[in-house]
Nanobody, 127 residues
């Protein structure tokens, strides 16, 4: 089970952090990802991190502004977002899949290849 939290209404340019706590799994055995879905749009990849905590992967649209990290001792994955833009407004979902140890961009960024999903947390960025 995945429980995301930390969303809210913020102004453009500020920072916000999301958390996703996992339960009932051996957390380090799972790659963790963040996806987002804006109104009227398809769910899109944001960032992911291997079960080991190495090799974070980012969408180009957030690279340099978002940082994904994880604490395997706390069964939690984080998404630190800085310099937020109105275009970042979306429901953010955390996701998990059994760790593969490597990334394949087309496979790893496709929501269909992630097995477990949290309930989503809304981030609204006003201009």
């Amino acid at each position: 089970q995945l429980q995301a939290s930390g969303g809210g209404l913020v102004q453009a340019g500020v920072s916000l952090g999301l958390s996703c706590a996992a339960s009932g799994v051996t957390f380090s055995s799972y790659d963790m990802g963040w996806f987002r879905q804006a109104p009227g749009k398809e769910r899109e990849f944001v960032a992911a991190i291997l079960g080991s905590g190495y090799r974070p992967l980012y969408a180009e649209s957030v690279k340099g502004r978002f940082t994904i990290s994880r604490d395997n001792a706390k069964n939690t994955v984080y998404l630190r977002m800085v310099s937020l833009k109105p275009g970042d407004t979306a429901v953010y979902y955390c996701a998990a899949r059994s760790t593969s140890g490597f990334w394949n961009w087309s496979v790893s960024t496709d929501p269909k290849n992630w097995r477990y999903w949290g309930q989503g947390t809304l981030v609204t960025v006003s201009s």
